[in-house]
């Protein structure tokens, strides 16, 4: 239901984005690590994905799909650690200060809001729920419509009994913008 | 000016993910271990007993009032198998208020606990069974997380001989927690 409801607001918003005045668009790819923030049960691994980027005004949204997998835990006592969760996530980010391909480096805020499963099949584990995230980054625009980016982001995804699973995720990243 | 009123529209967002992580690191994942050794034997000789308890270890003390989920249960066992060919060992648990305990019979344990693996035990002196490998064997896995929300269940470990035929030489019982305001 969650899933669906993020879906529909992401569809709602989207056209009316594209339609208004001014919109410019671009895609990018990002990839880097995901470390676990007070999880015993699971440590540092990889995080990859692609993204839209509709840019109005100030403001840069950005519809990703990202795939992490965390490495197998090392937990103390423990002799036959078990693997890592994987975390497949989509959802939107809204996009502060984004100089969106013009030249020259530019400090950004974001926030987003998406769905994430988080799997693990050894460990018989296997969740959906909403994930809230806010960071914050240096963009750079190196060439005609090109800019690489480096992010920081701290994500909280809840759990069905309402506490939350938390990362800070370290990714670098290459955008494309149309047009320009 | 210009660039300190554009550094000051910042700030709230700034205050904002700070608060947004402060908020979150309050809550966290935890793994609670805790370790048995010289299990009871039924008074009957034909299974073993003992009575988890995680609520003394540092990490439930900690976050007992905000646990929200019980993410994982899982085990360490170090068995021996001196019945001179292959048996399954079978380990059951039962809620902590159940009245079944080391005097009861196997027959009770296996009609009203829950049987939660089916573990396939070489002949061997030295059988160890991982945390991770464990979940090969497991099943009723949720009822488990169910019954350990109070953070204490009863277990209890046998096969299909009598007396029973392998020995555990000790049990660690690994408890995942996810606690969160």
Not at chain 1, 71 to 87: C, K, N, Y
Not at chain 2, 16 to 31: D, E, K, Q, R
Request: proline letters at 3%; charged letters at 20%.
């Amino acid at each position: 239901m969650k899933k669906l409801l993020l879906l529909a607001i992401c569809l709602l918003v989207l056209p009316h984005l594209v339609a208004a005045q001014g919109v410019k668009l671009g895609a990018g790819v990002f990839g880097g690590m995901e470390v676990p923030v007070i999880q015993d049960d699971q440590s540092s691994g990889t995080n990859f994905g692609f993204k839209g980027r509709l840019n109005v005004a100030l403001i840069t949204f950005e519809p990703y799909l990202s795939f992490a997998s965390y490495g197998g835990a090392d937990i103390d006592d423990v002799i036959d650690d078990p693997d890592g969760s994987s975390i497949t996530g989509f959802g939107l980010d809204a996009v502060l200060f984004s100089g969106f391909g013009a030249p020259g480096p530019r400090m950004i805020l974001f926030a987003g809001i998406g769905s994430y499963k988080v799997k693990n099949d050894q460990m018989d584990y296997d969740q959906s729920n909403i994930g809230y995230s806010l960071g914050l980054g240096l963009e750079v625009g190196v060439a005609r419509g090109i800019s690489i980016e480096g992010r920081g982001r701290f994500l909280a995804i809840g759990t069905e009994g309402g506490a939350t699973k938390k990362s800070a995720i370290v990714t670098a990243g290459l955008n494309y913008h149309f047009g320009m | 000016m210009k660039q300190i009123i554009s550094r000051l529209r910042t700030l709230p967002l700034g205050v904002a993910l700070l608060a947004f992580v402060a908020c979150n690191l309050i809550s966290g994942t935890f793994v609670i271990t805790v370790m048995y050794e010289n299990l009871s034997v039924a008074s009957l000789n034909d299974f073993y007993y003992q009575a988890v308890d995680v609520t003394e270890e540092e990490d439930w003390q900690d976050h007992k009032d905000d646990i929200k989920d019980i993410d994982n249960v899982g085990f360490e066992l170090w068995m021996d198998n001196n019945s001179g060919q292959a048996i399954t060992a079978y380990l059951y648990v039962a809620p902590i208020t159940s009245s079944l305990n080391g005097s009861s019979t196997k027959a009770e344990v296996m009609a009203d606990a829950i049987r939660i693996f089916s573990l396939p035990l070489p002949d061997s002196e030295d059988i160890f069974i991982g945390y991770a490998e464990s979940f090969n064997y497991v099943a009723n896995i949720q009822q488990l997380r169910d019954m350990a929300e109070e953070g204490q269940f009863k277990f209890f470990a046998l096969s299909d001989a009598s007396p029973i035929d392998f020995g555990i030489d000790s049990v660690k019982v690994i408890v995942t927690v996810s606690a969160g305001k």
